[in-house]
């Protein structure tokens, strides 16, 4: 099985700057448990889950996501 076959291409994100409860209402809007947290030029620099925004002290999701992301890249395959 590949990434690509369980992955979603509409990708929900916040910024560092958004607030916590503006990630709360996205994660409940969508009924998803985390979001990647985005620069301004979509540079994926972390992520906040439910966990974080529960148990974790802070208002902006820069202060309460996870960094160190490890992240796969989905990579075209031209077939002959």
């Known amino acids: 099985m590949k990434a690509e076959d369980?992955?979603?291409t509409r990708v929900?994100?916040?910024?560092?700057?958004?607030?916590?409860q503006?990630?709360?209402?996205?994660?409940?809007?969508?009924?998803?448990s985390g979001l990647p947290v985005v620069t301004n030029e979509n540079?994926?620099?972390g992520v906040v889950t439910e966990y974080?925004?529960?148990?974790?002290?802070?208002?902006?999701?820069?202060?309460l996501m996870?960094?160190?992301?490890?992240s796969v890249r989905r990579i075209q395959t031209w077939k002959r």
């Open 6 to 8: 369980v992955m979603t």
């Open 43 to 45: 540079v994926v620099v």
């Open 22 to 32: 503006q990630a709360a209402r996205l994660l409940s809007q969508h009924r998803i």
């Open 52 to 63: 974080d925004i529960i148990s974790k002290e802070g208002q902006k999701v820069g202060e």
């Open 66 to 70: 996870t960094r160190g992301v490890i």
């Open 12 to 20: 929900i994100t916040v910024t560092e700057n958004q607030t916590r």
